[in-house]
T-cell receptor, first 110, second 117 residues
């Protein structure tokens, strides 16, 4: 039973355009959501987070949106840059431990 | 150190061997977590420490897996009698607070890739 789902295994976006990565969850007890970025042979790097009491959090080029009623969150990257090419994991927390999605591989096309 | 470090980065073991994986968390971080990441999957929770106390070990797949953090800093994940299905990347993460609830960011190390032949 997958509690956090990333239904798009891969996404390709032109450099300079917006990248939108999506994530759905089923457990309403989750109250904190994070996005991690992962390069090959490295551990996940924290990118941005959002508490369940908010619906938007912005940090530079990265914005995370949370729709609690739909149990859906998304990560927007604007403008997309070649260095953004990586695997992005959505994660949710409700009791200290994180539950991860399976990841979306983002490729930025120059 | 500046970040979470793990050693070794790569480990090859013959089936039936015991292995020990080490994690050095960020200095001063109270909480420490171990995750297992299979190929093509997201990390999955194994166990959690607050200082030296192991508060949650619900994710450990069998009694062959054992973790400790005796002095509340460095942690070791031990796998006894390794099996081929244990092949995965083992990730360690630490966070600043203890009992801080969900809203405490976890910072990950580079992982140890374990291959069991």
């Amino acid at each position: 039973d997958q509690q956090v789902k990333q239904n798009s295994p891969s996404l390709s976006v032109q450099e300079g355009r917006i990248s939108i990565l999506n994530c759905d969850y089923t457990n309403s007890m989750f109250d904190y959501f994070l996005w991690y970025k992962k390069y090959p042979a490295e551990g996940p790097t924290f990118l941005i987070s959002i508490s369940s009491i908010k619906d938007k959090n912005e940090d530079g080029r990265f914005t995370v949106f949370l729709n609690k009623s739909a149990k859906h969150l998304s990560l927007h990257i604007v403008p997309s840059q070649p260095g953004d090419s990586a695997v992005y994991f959505c994660a949710a927390s409700g009791n200290e431990k994180l539950t991860f999605g399976t990841g979306t591989r983002l490729t930025i096309i120059p | 150190g500046a970040g979470v470090s793990q050693s070794p980065r790569y480990k090859v073991a013959k089936r039936g061997q015991d292995v020990a994986l080490r994690c050095d968390p960020i200095s001063g971080h109270v909480s420490l977590f171990w995750y297992q990441q299979a190929l093509g999957q997201g990390p999955e929770f194994l166990t959690y420490f607050q200082n030296e106390a192991q508060l949650d070990k619900s994710g450990l797949p069998s009694d062959r897996f054992f973790a400790e953090r005796p002095e509340g800093s460095v942690s070791t994940l031990k796998i006894q009698r390794t099996q081929q299905e244990d092949s995965a990347v083992y990730l360690c993460a630490s966070s600043r607070l203890g009992g801080g609830g969900s809203t405490d960011t976890q910072y990950f190390g580079p992982g140890t890739r374990l291959t069991v032949l």
